[in-house]
């Protein structure tokens, strides 16, 4: 550890004081921190305070006697101006006194100091001034900027850097030129620090820092806001050999693969795992990141509608073939353990068209879904032959669609809705009461308005035929049954009250017009 020279110039008097810092055998390397000098000044302060309370005591009652005085003889002329100048109730407050700011100056020596034979000036916008003492053929050996100002033909005794915008940065790459090893000092520094080391060092023309620095922050992580920082300060390099590919290599791949097949591929990943915990939360994140891809302005890669229709119809092959064997009457008497896997396989083929299902209706894709789905008349006639506990996600999918007719995310034609509820509500209603209590996060108002909703789209005679048919299975199952109250309130007045209304404006409208 050795020490350089900081001077500080206050009222026209210089100090002299010592800041430790590291040092390397060939001079200087870091610049110390403004924290550090700001410890040592205060304390020197605290130095100088020792030396004032040494002085010769001064006798306390004497020194009271004379406060005292003084402080009638103010009390005495405050009361007379008052006399004299009434003063407002509100009075008038001084403005407090500014402490009158001295600029900060200091002075940084490296290397061998004795051997110094240029001076630079830094000066910083906020009014700190640096001047660093260095060597010519150090500075001109490695920064093309000092080279170029070195070698006009009158020689320079000091040269002035004005409204320096990173002074501390400055002195530490300026520092750097000092060391063998500009990558191994960098070690541990931050990597929006070493940021600021690489813009100083393009600034100075410090080739060697600048590759110090490339290899710094190919070595080391970085994500986030740091990593839009990084690529948008080393992406103009790319034309200057530097050689930063490895380093846009980490955000951006080379190879020619297209992203769309590389979702595909997570997709089938995704759809094709057995274990449930992974699964589901790997569903979950490839969801939203979807998303997040929708949301681009611009537009970003995403998986194809016709990979997904592919998916969906593995799904509805598998499913079919699946109900088909637990349809069968040997099924029935088979084990609890030998029937698992099936009842597993049905569970995973349903949670997976369902989880195909939210990706079509996020691309406003899903009314072809709607009509394969409405489609399914051997799935629906097997529906009631498979054990509740195994078959209730495929009511699941069901209820994904109507909510999405009920809430214009999808749609589908006039025919594909009433094949729709003709297919498929009837197996809806019979696994309403276990997807209640069985089934987590299932939301019994929505599904309810989704379903009256899809109902109320139909023309009056078909919106009767349903809803007359849901009075009867509501009057025998009650809350075993989707509520359709509002649907059923809705058809009796378009039924049973609108046409009144529309006959009797009419006639008032007819007699209008005869007047």
């Known amino acids: 550890m050795e020490n350089f020279t900081l001077r500080r110039l206050e009222q026209g008097r210089a100090r002299i004081r010592s800041v430790p810092i590291a040092v390397s055998p060939e001079g200087f390397w870091c610049c110390p921190s403004p924290a550090a000098i700001q410890r040592t000044l205060k304390n020197q302060d605290l130095q100088d305070s020792k030396q004032r309370s040494q002085l010769p005591p001064v006798d306390k009652r004497q020194s009271s006697t004379s406060l005292r005085s003084r402080l009638i003889a103010e009390d005495q002329r405050c009361l007379s101006s008052a006399i004299a100048t009434p003063i407002s109730s509100k009075g008038t407050e001084r403005p407090p006194k500014q402490k009158a700011e001295v600029p900060r100056k200091i002075s940084v020596g490296f290397g061998q100091m004795e051997t110094s034979d240029l001076k630079i000036m830094l000066h910083a916008k906020c009014g700190t001034s640096v001047r660093m003492s260095v060597h010519r053929n150090v500075l001109a050996e490695h920064s093309k900027f ?46 929006p620090r070493v ?53 846009l290599n980490r955000v951006a791949s080379g190879f020619c693969h297209p992203p769309n097949d590389t979702l595909s591929e997570i997709m089938e990943l995704v759809l094709e795992s057995s274990e449930d915990r992974g699964r589901r939360e790997m569903k979950s994140l490839v969801l939203k990141l979807l998303k997040e891809n929708l949301l681009m302005a611009n537009g970003s890669a995403d998986i194809s509608v016709e990979s997904l229709y592919a998916s969906c119809r593995r799904c509805l092959e598998s ?61 629906a006639e097997l529906h009631s032959r498979v054990p509740i506990a195994s078959r209730h996600l ?62 109320l789209t139909l023309p009056l005679e078909e919106q009767k035929s349903i809803l007359l048919s849901w009075v009867g299975t509501f009057l025998k199952s009650g809350d075993s049954c989707p509520n359709l109250q509002r649907a059923f309130e809705v058809w009796w007045r378009r039924t049973f009250i609108r046409p009144y209304v529309d006959r009797h404006g009419s006639m008032l409208h007819s007699a209008d017009r005869a007047t």
Not at 233 to 246: E, K, T
Not at 408 to 419: D, F, H, V, W, Y
Request: glycine share 6%; net charge negative; hydrophobic share 40%.
């Open 319 to 379: 499913l079919l073939d699946l109900f088909r064997h637990a349809s069968e009457l040997a099924f029935a008497d088979l084990s609890l353990e030998n029937r698992e896997p099936v009842v597993c396989r049905i569970s995973l083929a349903a949670d997976n068209l369902l989880w195909l299902v939210e990706i079509l209706v996020d691309r406003h894709a899903s009314d072809e879904f709607a009509c394969l789905w409405a489609s399914q008349n051997e799935l």
């Open 394 to 455: 495929v009511s699941c999918i069901t209820s994904r669609l109507f909510v999405g007719i009920g809430k214009g995310e999808m749609l589908p034609s006039k025919e594909t809705r009433k094949r729709l509820l003709h297919v498929w509500l009837q197996p809806l209603i019979d696994d309403y009461g276990w997807l209640q209590h069985g089934r987590r996060g299932f939301d019994r108002e929505v599904v309810e308005e989704g379903i009256g909703r899809t109902i």
């Open 195 to 247: 940021l600021r080391i690489l813009k100083i060092a393009e600034t100075l023309g410090f080739h060697a820092c600048i590759k110090s620095c490339l290899d710094h922050l190919e070595a080391v992580p970085w994500e986030g806001e740091e990593e839009e920082k990084v690529v948008s300060a080393i992406r103009h390099l790319q034309d200057d050999g530097y050689g930063i590919s490895p380093i």
């Open 146 to 191: 000092f080279a170029d100002k070195l070698s006009e033909q009158s020689p320079l005794p000091q040269i002035e850097i004005l409204e320096c915008d990173d002074v501390e940065i400055y002195v530490e790459t300026v520092g750097l030129m000092y060391t063998k090893d500009a990558k191994h000092r960098l070690i541990k520094q931050s990597v």
